[in-house]
């Protein structure tokens, strides 16, 4: 047995933050030595253990994925029972249990008609995938000129170059690069807004809304069919883009008129799959498959990156028997098996059912106290859709001053822009919950007053 190396000493939390301020760039951030930084020291169910020794309960979910918690004994078993086998091995040409099993099991979960399965290792390169697919689908069935997509303004899709020509044009995180991208196209958001009153069809378009709404997204489709590849849209929920919460009527009727007019429709599942919106995935609110649907972020309940872009075996085997005969795709850690079993692990959980009351609960939860803040004088809106409640402010937060303060409450939170919002893991207890819509009403105080 070889020796193994001596595991290195820990850092203090002083000396941590101070080479992380030398030699470490944040997402979204600048290399300023102002900015608020909080070093983790271990994490779990849903506390994250500082190494300053505080303890914040996480309201975010490590970005939306840890549905489960930290630490889970589950997860954590499938990952030490991989590891004693192989952490990786390439995927061209070869394959694993972990991968099959997991494919096997996202085509029987997901809507009906996704078929196959693409392996990749981030949320973008899932939407750069199925980009991908559709463009060579169109190349496949003789129709090239086929090469644009339908995306709306307030939608994120990723941050690599492809997806962001896909995001809000206007206001989004990629402005800055307007100009410079593939050329889209654009119609407003979807409309109307979800009316999450609703408890059992949830919501509904009248006739009204329909021409008002879907009216200039009919004439879109129509007069650009045959320049269009594909729509793509996040269902239900636009995320990065503001929190915003649409009517699943919109979504109805977008698959008929991409069915009408022969446009593939892309499904951007990998904020919204997985029960955070209340049902296992956005398209479920609207009760429809997409052709194709990108899935990453909580599919390894937060343990590790992995993603996957599913599509119909139509889509599969028209590109297959194209020129180029194959998807020109294959990310080096591409159906990686220790993220694969993480996965397996995860769907596992997800499959005992409790996540349907946890969800019901939570949401439940934040209207009741998320909705007594809408007439705070900072406040411009509150709303909640199954794990999500978000507080939309008058004015944009000031992320210096207000970060340290929301880990003062005890809690941990990421706002950004004019939200303030929490996507709390599925496990969340009754008391921690409260503990962060409190440290949210005590934000609203600390926002007008700084």
Sequence with gaps: MR??????????????LAQDRQ??????????????????????????????????????????????????????AAVSEQLSKMAHVMFGGLTHEPAVRLAKQLVEMTPKGLDRVFFADSGSIAVEVACKMALQYWIGKKQPEKSRFLAFEGGYHGDTFGTMSVCDPHNGMHGLFAGRLANNDFLPRPLPVFDTNITTSRSTCTLEDQHTHLGALKKHIQSNAKH???????????????????????LKQLKILCEEYDVLLIADEIATGFGRTGKLFGCDHAGLSPDIMCLGKALTGGYMTLAATLCSDDIAQTISQSEASVLMHGPTFMGNPLACATANASLSI?????????????EQQLKEQLTALKDHEAVADTRVLGAIGVIELKQAVEMKTLQPF???????????????YTMPPYIIQQEELQKI??????????????
Aim: hydrophobic share 40%; glycine share 8%.
């Design 437 to 450: 819509t409190r440290g949210m009403a005590a934000c609203l105080d600390f926002h007008m007053a700084s």
């Design 350 to 362: 997800l499959k005992e059912g409790h996540w349907l009351k946890q969800v019901s609960g939570i």
């Design 228 to 250: 269009l590849a594909a729509v793509i849209i996040e269902p239900t929920v636009q995320n990065a883009g503001g929190m915003y919460f649409y009517s699943p009527e919109y």
């Design 3 to 16: 020796p193994s190396k001596p595991v290195m000493p820990p850092m203090d939390n002083h000396t941590l």
């Design 406 to 420: 929301i880990v003062e409450q005890g809690i941990w939170l990421r706002p950004f822009g004019k939200l303030l």
């Design 23 to 76: 030699y470490v760039w944040h997402p979204y951030s600048n290399i300023s030595p102002d900015n608020p930084l909080f070093a983790v020291e271990s994490a779990e169910a849903c506390t994250l253990h500082l190494a300053n020794g505080q303890r914040v309960i996480d309201g975010m979910s490590s970005w939306w994925s840890t549905i489960h918690g930290y630490n889970h004994p589950t997860l954590n």
